[in-house]
T-cell receptor
Framework: NAGVTQTPKFRVLKTGQSMTLLCAQD?????MYWYRQDPGMGLRLIHY???????AKGEVPDGYNVSRLKKQNFLLGLESAAPSQTSVYFC?????????????FGQGTRLTVV | GQQVMQIPQYQHVQEGEDFTTYCNSS?????IQWYKQRPGGHPVFLIQ?????EVKKQKRLTFQFGEAKKNSSLHITATQTTDVGTYFC???????????FGGGTRVLVKP
């Protein structure tokens, strides 16, 4: 099993450009998350999803949109990139309930907005 | 909203010494999870604590969940260079499994 796969791994954008980050998981997890990680700021939740067709805002949702059309995929979109969105983005997934609710993370996407 | 705070933010440890990092939540947690992120890597799950006062050990790592289920600690004995990284605690909100992470403790080991 591949686990959680993020695409792309690196990207440089110009201010105002748009892009979509793709997250795919093959563990049949109900929950999926998008986090951003900045130096000294830990992991901050952008958006999350508790199931196919549902999304919800996290701590820092402004400037981002998400979609979960299929259970295994969670897309993060930046409509008009800003330098403040330069960060490392992590996708994660987990089961909904039960003993094993730990989150599995992807390898991350390093995004630079110039 | 729920906040999860970790102290210290940085921990410089001499190889062979022990240290403890602490996690405090503003609300009661259904469970607490700990993750480790190596430099340049992604967070990897270490352990989950569910019961009030629970203590779990993984080799040199000891995890504890507070009686009130609002705080937790990670104690590492005889620190090794392989312990370098950032340790995060995370607490799911009672409604759903929205994981809120603490700011992390970055551990640097001096050989």
């Amino acid at each position: 099993n591949a686990g959680v796969t993020q695409t792309p791994k690196f990207r440089v954008l110009k201010t105002g450009q748009s892009m979509t980050l793709l997250c795919a998981q093959d563990m049949n997890h109900e929950y999926m998350y998008w986090y951003r990680q900045d130096p000294g700021m830990g992991l901050r939740l952008i958006h999350y999803s508790v199931g196919e067709g549902t999304t919800a805002k996290g701590e820092v949702p402004d400037g981002y949109n998400v979609s979960r059309l299929k259970k295994q995929n969670f897309l993060l979109g930046l409509e008009s990139a800003a330098p403040s969105q330069t960060s490392v983005y992590f996708c994660a997934s987990s089961y909904r309930r039960g003993r094993d609710t730990e989150a599995f993370f992807g390898q991350g996407t390093r995004l630079t907005v110039v | 909203g729920q906040q999860v705070m970790q102290i210290p933010q940085y921990q410089h440890v001499q190889e062979g010494e022990d240290f403890t990092t602490y996690c405090n939540s503003s609300t009661t947690l259904s469970n607490i999870q700990w993750y480790k992120q190596r430099p340049g890597g992604h967070p990897v799950f270490l352990i989950q604590l569910v019961k009030s006062g629970e203590v779990k050990k993984q080799k040199r790592l000891t995890f504890q969940f507070g009686e009130a289920k609002k705080n937790s600690s990670l104690h590492i004995t005889a620190t090794q260079t392989t312990d370098v990284g950032t340790y995060f605690c995370a607490g799911p909100r009672a409604a759903g499994n929205k994981l809120t992470f603490g700011g992390g403790t970055r551990v640097l080991v001096k050989p």
